[in-house]
């Protein structure tokens, strides 16, 4: 069974880069596409974006200014950056697996993980 | 930019059926999804590609999706289905999430 654990530093001032990885255990990052998706403190989910192991990505447009996301296949790993941080950006950060584009939803998804940005 | 809505809340009594809405633009011709969330929990999808159930989620949760608007429905609500329910759709390769409903059953 898939597992994701996300990590990362809980705060980040704002202007800084917000910096998060994602483990992927229990399948390979080589297939399905994996992405990132908030929650702001009593609000609801927010898309990022998307990154397929070959490198291909897809952004949401109110963020794709700011966003980068990777992959690394030797370590399972995906990560995610934002930078020029606010406030706004305060959320619990998730990422989750979708076996493919349009026809699937995210089946599996990290604990999730509060990233607050304040100085 | 794409938009999908719910209403904020719907109510239910105990073994009464709940039908929650999503609205977007030509969602029909898309493949909707619904997520439940419950307090301090990640999202679970209970609903993928309109209609199919995966493993584990129970017979009472249906779907479908015409026209303008995608629905899920509770037949014989139960009180652990109290949660907030996402629904999703891709908009040409752009994830894009419902604002989400409170589910009351009560």
């Known amino acids: 069974q898939v597992q994701l654990q996300e990590s990362g530093p809980g705060l980040v001032k704002p202007s800084e880069t917000l910096s998060l990885t994602c483990t992927v255990s229990?399948?390979?990052?080589?297939?399905?596409?994996w992405s990132w998706i908030r929650q702001p403190p009593g609000k609801g989910l927010e898309w990022i974006g998307y990154?397929?192991?070959?490198?291909?990505?897809n952004y949401n447009p109110s963020l794709k200014s700011r966003v980068i996301i990777s992959v690394d296949t030797a370590k399972n790993q995906f990560s995610l950056n934002l930078n020029s941080v606010t406030a706004t950006d305060t959320a619990v950060y998730y990422c989750?697996?979708?076996?493919?584009?349009?026809?699937?939803?995210?089946?599996?998804w990290g604990q999730g993980t509060l990233v607050t940005v304040s100085s | 930019s794409y938009e999908l809505t719910q209403p904020p809340s719907v109510s239910v009594s105990p073994g009464q059926t709940a039908s929650i809405t999503c609205g977007g633009d030509?969602?029909?011709?898309?493949?909707a999804c619904w997520y439940q969330q419950k307090p301090g929990q990640s999202p679970v999808m209970v609903m993928y590609?309109?209609?199919k159930r995966p493993s584990g989620i129970p017979e009472r949760f249906s779907g479908s999706n015409s026209g303008n608007t995608a629905t899920l429905t509770i037949s014989g609500a139960q009180a652990m289905d109290e949660a907030d329910y996402y629904c999703?759709?891709?908009?040409?390769?752009?994830?894009?999430f419902g604002g989400g409903t409170k589910l009351t059953v009560l």
């Open positions: 030509k969602l029909g011709e898309k493949y």
């Open positions: 989750a697996r979708h076996e493919g584009l349009v026809t699937s939803g995210f089946d599996s």
């Open positions: 590609q309109d209609t």
């Open positions: 999703q759709a891709w908009y040409s390769t752009t994830g894009v």
């Open positions: 229990g399948d390979s990052i080589s297939s399905d596409y």
């Open positions: 990154i397929f192991h070959s490198g291909t990505t």
